[in-house]
């Protein structure tokens, strides 16, 4: 099936700092891709959706200005978030739409970083 | 409101028995797509099982299958002959047709399963 890669797998970063986690499609195109957070034992809550070319879409409730996405080419996207505080530690996960096949799953999901902010 | 509803917490299965996770949902759409992943202890999200809302079958994957009860707007989860392995969180969810642009998904709250050897 399709692989979707990210990087890094765990960061640990001091406050006030910032932190770019990529995402990528690694062998295929993707036009959408999403970022979500998970607290632990919680469900995933989606943040943004990240079109190729175009300002992410981001959910309410969600800072545009300390989660910043770039999805500058159909393989790669990359979530900063700036001046990280210890409340933003989390599970992040991002996952890429593959062209569709017939409306079945085509969705595929990143293995997940995990943020710690000390 | 919910969209999606998992409401059980935490279940207990005995290795090599049959286990249901319930799943209901709640749309207006009826062109949707419900979807079940497993994330075991690593944090990756595994892709289980998928049922449209214009399928006539019940989906089964292996030892995965989905009980749609369409009417009831149900989607239980119903694993057999349960595996040590199988020990994990498990998410329900769906996605709309208004949403099928962008393929946003909806996420319950997830059920922990733990499979007792």
């Known amino acids: 099936g399709a692989v979707v890669s990210q990087h890094p797998s765990r960061v640990i970063c001091k406050s006030g700092t910032s932190v770019k986690i990529e995402c990528r499609s690694l062998?295929?195109?993707?036009?959408?891709m999403f970022w979500y957070r998970q607290f632990p034992k919680q469900s995933l809550m989606l943040m943004a959706t990240?079109?190729?070319?175009?300002?992410?879409?981001?959910e309410q409730g969600v800072e545009k200005d300390k989660f910043l996405i770039n999805h500058a080419s159909l393989t790669l996207s990359t979530l900063t978030v700036t001046s990280a505080h210890p409340e933003d530690s989390s599970f992040y996960i991002c996952s890429a739409r593959a062209p569709p096949a017939g409306g079945r799953h085509e969705q595929y999901f990143g293995p997940g970083t995990r943020l710690t902010v000390t | 409101a919910q969209k999606i509803t998992q409401t059980q917490p935490g279940m207990f299965v005995q290795e090599k028995e049959a286990v249901t996770l319930d799943c209901t949902y709640d749309t207006s759409d009826p062109s949707y797509g419900l979807f079940w992943y497993k994330q075991p202890s690593s944090g990756e999200m595994i892709f289980l099982i998928y049922q449209g809302s214009y399928d006539q079958q019940n989906a089964t994957e292996g030892r995965y299958s989905l009980n749609f009860q369409k009417a009831r707007k149900s989607a239980n989860l119903v694993i057999s002959a349960s595996q040590l392995g199988d020990s994990a969180m498990y998410f329900c969810a769906m996605r709309e047709a208004v949403s099928s642009n962008t393929g946003k998904l909806i996420f319950g709250q997830g059920t922990t399963l733990q499979v007792k050897p």
């Open positions: 990240s079109n190729e070319g175009s300002k992410a879409t981001y």
């Open positions: 062998d295929f195109q993707a036009t959408t």
